[in-house]
């Protein structure tokens, strides 16, 4: 039986909604804006006005985590539909999440841009803030792109990208910007770190190893899971180390040496990598035994 497309409209609201997913956990805090170090006037974190992104130099890997999540979140809608989606539907569905990000990252850029102290300092990091944001659009229009429309090896990679933010993503809800850490909070951030692992493995065991595309794909995401984390954490605690913002250059030399500390240590890079084949590699004869058992004809 032919299933009916979808409306347009519906189209729409898929893309809106998995955007505002994405934004999920910092929706859930308020939308207050962080504490600014160049902040024009004093003011307590209360005083912050809203904005739709959290504009800080201690949220440059939060911000591609929701925007990116929220993309993938509407790929892999986009691509399970498949023939139910009207013409050009997945085109809308794109726009609705773009129109999303843009939106978010406009208005909080305005905010931030109208708060801050008149400085030198200040348009460095306002200019930085705008390119962190152009950049994390770009990354989740990418992701949606890939696992949306792209080969099954070019929607692997997209599907990895947006596993390495579903983990930023999960964080986030789990210990919110501004929360206060508990046991519970840290240890459930002690399991989520897997989370990328566990749904990078998903997509192997989906997509298979079978062309040399997809073992570069397989490759790829393994190389994403090992330099990924490493990468988040430099980045987090160059940009968090407040002492360094007004001196660009030390701040991206301290980085290099986190990344390149956290990049080079086995312990922590190969579990998650392991986990992610094994996962993998489990789906892959799962969905062999499945295929070979409904090709046995039954006997009465």
Not at 143 to 152: E, F, G, M, Q
Not at 265 to 278: E, I, S, T
Request: net charge positive; glycine share 10%.
């Amino acid at each position: 039986m032919r299933r009916s497309r979808l409306r347009r409209t519906s189209c729409l609201l898929i893309g809106l909604a998995a955007a505002a997913v994405g934004l999920l956990p910092w929706l859930m805090t308020g939308t207050r804006l962080p504490l600014q170090d160049l902040w024009d006037t004093p003011a307590a974190p209360g005083d912050m006005p809203i904005a739709l992104l959290p504009l800080h130099q201690t949220a440059t890997t939060l911000i591609p985590g929701l925007l990116v999540s929220g993309a993938a979140i509407a790929g892999l809608v986009t691509r399970a539909l498949g023939a139910q989606l009207p013409r050009r539907g997945s085109t809308l569905i794109v726009l609705a999440v773009l129109l999303v990000h843009a939106g978010a990252g406009a208005q909080a850029c305005v905010v931030v841009a109208r708060g801050l102290e008149e400085s030198d300092a200040a348009t460095s990091y306002l200019t930085a803030l705008v390119a962190a944001v152009a950049i994390a659009t770009a990354m989740a229009l990418t992701t949606l792109l890939l696992i949306a429309k792209a080969p099954v090896a070019g929607a692997m990679l997209g599907l990895s990208a947006g596993a390495l933010a579903a983990g930023i993503w999960l964080n986030a809800l789990v210990l919110p910007p501004g929360a206060d850490q508990s046991e519970a909070t840290m240890a459930l951030l002690g399991l989520s770190r897997w989370l990328p692992a566990i749904l990078i493995g998903l997509a192997i065991g989906w997509g298979g190893a079978g062309t040399i595309g997809r073992v570069v794909a397989v490759l790829g995401g393994s190389v994403i899971l090992w330099v990924g984390p490493a990468a988040i954490t430099a980045v987090s605690s160059a940009t968090g180390a407040h002492g360094l913002l007004r001196d660009p250059a030390e701040m991206l030399q301290y980085g290099l040496e986190v990344f390149r500390a956290a990049v080079t240590m086995p312990g922590l890079a190969v579990p998650p990598v392991l986990l992610a084949l094994f996962v993998g590699a489990i789906v892959v004869l799962v969905r062999a035994h499945s295929r070979s058992a409904s090709a046995t004809p039954s006997h009465a």
